[in-house]
C-alpha cells in the first residue's frame, strides 16, 4: 500500500471514533496521527499538538514529591491556599484585586470553559480563527455560536467595531465573547489601546468576557496584560499550568471572577459537584509554589520566552522568505500560515482546501500541521496552525541557562538546540519551491 493510503486511512479511521457526530478534538487527533505513523517507522516532524516542549520547573516537581501523599478530597473549589495564591498572582501581575473566593480551581481550563457555558444560557462569540475547542464544546451544550471574521492584515484579531456590529444587531442578547491572547492558533496579542476599544465595547453591552489568558506569561516581552484591567466587573480571567508551566498533563486550571460574577462562580461549583468533585490533590498542593513565583520562576519564564521569540521569527523569516505568509508572532508557540500565493499551483495537485493540504504536506514532507478549516476559517482557504513545539526543551533550557541574560539566541544556538523544527521548517520551504 502506499503512504498516501497510509495517510488516508488513518485519517479516515480516527475520524469514525465519533458519538453523536463529535469527533476527536483535532489537536489530540494530529498527535495520535503523529504518533502511528511514528511506530510504522515514517520520520515525523510533529507540529500539530500545542504541548509546552519545557520540563515543569524543577522547585514546582519538588513541590509535587513532598505532597504526593495528599490523598483527601479537596473543596470543590479548590485548595484555599492555591486560591489565594492565584488571585495575589493576578494582583501581582495585572493589579487587579481580587481574593481566594474569586477563584475557581479545575482540572484544565477546557473544563471550566465547558461548565462555564452550560450555566449560562447565552450566545458564544469567538473570532475566526480560534481555538479548536471553543465552537465544539458550545455545539455539545446547544448554544449557538457567532464568529466574529477577522483578517490577515489585522492579525487575525478581533476589531472593537466588528463586535460593536455584531452585537447592535440585537444588543440585549446574553453572550459570552472568548478573548484569547497571545493568541492559539495565531500567537498575536492586543495592545493596550485595542484592549481599551474592545473593554468599552464589552461594557456596552453588559457582555460576559472570558479572557482566556493561558498563554499570557509566554509574551516575548514578559508584558502581558489583562483586559480585566479595562473592564473589571464582566470578565473572567481563565489560566492554568498547562502552557507558560510546561505542565499540560497535569490538568489544572484557574477561573478568577469578579464579585459581580461570583453568582456563575457558585453555579459551576455546583455543576463540578456533580462531574469532576475536585481537583487532583497533590497536583493543587504543588501548584500553589507555581502562582506563587519568585527568583526561580522568573528566570524560568525568561529564558522559555528567549527561546521561543528567537524561534518564531526565525521560523516566520524563513516563510516569508518563500512566499507562506503569518503574522511575526508576539508570544506561545504558534504561528498561523497562508499558502495562498500557491493556490494556482496546488490546484494542480488536486488541492483546493485546508485539509487536503495537510494531508498532502504530511505524506510528502513528515510535516504534520492543523488545516485552517479546524481553527473555523472557510475549508477553501489555503490556511495552516504550525506549533514550532518540536525539540528538546530540557536541553534548549540547559543552554539558555549559560547565555548571559542580556543575549538573544542565535541561529547557532536554534540549530543546536531545536534542530528537529527548523529541518521541519526547511522541509515545508522545499516543498513549496518544488510545487
Same mark, same amino acid.
Given at each position: 500500500?502506499?503512504?498516501?493510503?497510509?495517510?488516508? %486511512?488513518?485519517?479516515?479511521?480516527?475520524?469514525?471514533? %465519533?458519538?453523536? +457526530?463529535?469527533?476527536?478534538?483535532?489537536?489530540?487527533?494530529?498527535?495520535?496521527?503523529?504518533?502511528?505513523?511514528?511506530?510504522?517507522?515514517?520520520?515525523?516532524?510533529?507540529? =500539530?499538538?500545542?504541548?509546552?516542549?519545557?520540563?515543569?520547573?524543577?522547585?514546582?516537581?519538588?513541590?509535587?514529591?513532598?505532597?504526593?501523599?495528599?490523598?483527601?478530597?479537596?473543596?470543590?473549589?479548590?485548595?484555599?491556599?492555591?486560591?489565594?495564591?492565584?488571585?495575589?498572582?493576578?494582583?501581582?501581575?495585572?493589579?487587579?484585586?481580587? %481574593?481566594?473566593?474569586?477563584?475557581?480551581?479545575?482540572?484544565?481550563?477546557?473544563?471550566?470553559?465547558?461548565?462555564?457555558?452550560?450555566?449560562?444560557?447565552?450566545?458564544?462569540?469567538?473570532?475566526?480563527?480560534?481555538?479548536?475547542?471553543?465552537?465544539?464544546?458550545?455545539?455539545?451544550?446547544?448554544?449557538?455560536?457567532?464568529?466574529?471574521?477577522?483578517?490577515?492584515?489585522?492579525?487575525?484579531?478581533?476589531?472593537?467595531?466588528?463586535?460593536?456590529?455584531?452585537?447592535?444587531?440585537?444588543?440585549?442578547?446574553?453572550?459570552?465573547?472568548?478573548? %484569547?491572547?497571545? /493568541?492559539?492558533?495565531? =500567537?498575536?496579542?492586543?495592545?493596550?489601546?485595542?484592549?481599551?476599544?474592545?473593554?468599552?465595547?464589552?461594557?456596552?453591552?453588559?457582555?460576559?468576557?472570558?479572557?482566556?489568558?493561558?498563554?499570557?506569561?509566554?509574551?516575548?516581552? =514578559?508584558?502581558?496584560?489583562?483586559?480585566?484591567?479595562?473592564?473589571?466587573? +464582566?470578565?473572567?480571567?481563565? /489560566?492554568?499550568?498547562?502552557?507558560?508551566?510546561?505542565? =499540560? +498533563?497535569?490538568?489544572?486550571?484557574?477561573?478568577?471572577?469578579?464579585? /459581580?460574577?461570583?453568582?456563575?462562580?457558585?453555579?459551576?461549583?455546583?455543576?463540578?459537584?456533580?462531574?469532576?468533585?475536585?481537583?487532583?490533590?497533590?497536583?493543587?498542593?504543588?501548584?500553589?509554589?507555581?502562582?506563587?513565583?519568585?527568583?526561580?520562576?522568573?528566570?524560568?519564564?525568561?529564558?522559555?520566552?528567549?527561546?521561543?521569540?528567537?524561534?518564531?521569527?526565525?521560523?516566520?523569516?524563513?516563510?516569508?522568505?518563500?512566499?507562506?505568509?503569518?503574522?511575526?508572532?508576539?508570544?506561545?508557540?504558534?504561528?498561523?500560515?497562508?499558502?495562498?500565493?500557491?493556490?494556482?499551483?496546488?490546484?494542480?495537485?488536486?488541492?483546493?482546501?485546508?485539509?487536503?493540504?495537510?494531508?498532502?504536506?504530511?505524506?510528502?514532507?513528515?510535516?504534520?500541521?492543523?488545516?485552517? /478549516?479546524?481553527?473555523?476559517?472557510?475549508?477553501?482557504?489555503?490556511?495552516?496552525?504550525?506549533?514550532?513545539?518540536?525539540?528538546?526543551?530540557?536541553?534548549?533550557?540547559?543552554?539558555?541557562?549559560?547565555?548571559?541574560?542580556?543575549?538573544?539566541?542565535?541561529?547557532?544556538?536554534?540549530?543546536?538546540?531545536?534542530?528537529?523544527?527548523?529541518?521541519?521548517?526547511?522541509?515545508?520551504?522545499?516543498?513549496?519551491?518544488?510545487?
Amino acid at each position: 500500500m502506499s503512504k498516501s493510503n497510509n495517510n488516508k %486511512n488513518t485519517f479516515d479511521i480516527s475520524l469514525n471514533l %465519533n458519538v453523536r +457526530g463529535a469527533h476527536l478534538s483535532a489537536t489530540l487527533l494530529i498527535n495520535e496521527i503523529s504518533d502511528k505513523l511514528i511506530r510504522e517507522g515514517r520520520k515525523v516532524y510533529k507540529f =500539530g499538538l500545542g504541548q509546552s516542549p519545557f520540563p515543569v520547573p524543577q522547585m514546582v516537581v519538588d513541590e509535587l514529591k513532598v505532597n504526593a501523599h495528599q490523598k483527601n478530597y479537596l473543596p470543590v473549589r479548590g485548595l484555599p491556599e492555591l486560591r489565594a495564591a492565584v488571585a495575589d498572582y493576578h494582583s501581582r501581575r495585572n493589579s487587579i484585586r481580587r %481574593n481566594a473566593e474569586n477563584v475557581l480551581i479545575g482540572p484544565g481550563s477546557k473544563e471550566l470553559m465547558f461548565l462555564l457555558q452550560f450555566v449560562y444560557y447565552g450566545d458564544l462569540v469567538i473570532p475566526t480563527p480560534s481555538w479548536v475547542s471553543y465552537a465544539p464544546q458550545a455545539k455539545f451544550i446547544g448554544r449557538n455560536v457567532e464568529w466574529l471574521d477577522t483578517n490577515e492584515k489585522n492579525k487575525w484579531r478581533i476589531a472593537a467595531k466588528d463586535l460593536e456590529n455584531l452585537c447592535k444587531l440585537d444588543p440585549d442578547r446574553p453572550r459570552i465573547v472568548i478573548l %484569547n491572547y497571545p /493568541s492559539n492558533p495565531t =500567537g498575536a496579542t492586543y495592545s493596550v489601546n485595542e484592549l481599551k476599544e474592545l473593554a468599552e465595547v464589552a461594557k456596552k453591552y453588559r457582555i460576559v468576557l472570558l479572557s482566556d489568558e493561558i498563554y499570557g506569561e509566554l509574551h516575548f516581552e =514578559g508584558n502581558h496584560i489583562s483586559i480585566a484591567k479595562f473592564y473589571p466587573e +464582566g470578565t473572567i480571567i481563565s /489560566s492554568g499550568l498547562s502552557k507558560w508551566c510546561g505542565a =499540560g +498533563g497535569w490538568r489544572l486550571g484557574t477561573f478568577t471572577f469578579p464579585t /459581580s460574577l461570583n453568582w456563575l462562580l457558585e453555579a459551576m461549583s455546583s455543576l463540578a459537584s456533580e462531574t469532576f468533585t475536585s481537583t487532583s490533590t497533590p497536583i493543587q498542593y504543588a501548584a500553589v509554589c507555581a502562582f506563587k513565583g519568585g527568583i526561580g520562576i522568573e528566570r524560568y519564564l525568561c529564558n522559555t520566552r528567549r527561546i521561543l521569540k528567537s524561534l518564531g521569527l526565525l521560523i516566520h523569516k524563513k516563510l516569508d522568505r518563500v512566499g507562506i505568509s503569518a503574522p511575526k508572532p508576539d508570544g506561545g508557540f504558534y504561528l498561523f500560515c497562508n499558502f495562498n500565493r500557491y493556490a494556482s499551483k496546488l490546484k494542480k495537485r488536486g488541492i483546493t482546501n485546508s485539509s487536503q493540504l495537510t494531508l498532502k504536506l504530511l505524506e510528502d514532507t513528515g510535516v504534520a500541521v492543523l488545516p485552517g /478549516s479546524v481553527f473555523g476559517r472557510p475549508g477553501g482557504e489555503l490556511t495552516a496552525r504550525l506549533a514550532y513545539v518540536d525539540f528538546d526543551g530540557a536541553k534548549a533550557l540547559a543552554s539558555a541557562e549559560t547565555l548571559p541574560a542580556y543575549k538573544t539566541p542565535d541561529e547557532v544556538f536554534l540549530n543546536a538546540n531545536c534542530s528537529n523544527i527548523l529541518e521541519g521548517i526547511d522541509l515545508i520551504c522545499r516543498w513549496v519551491r518544488e510545487l
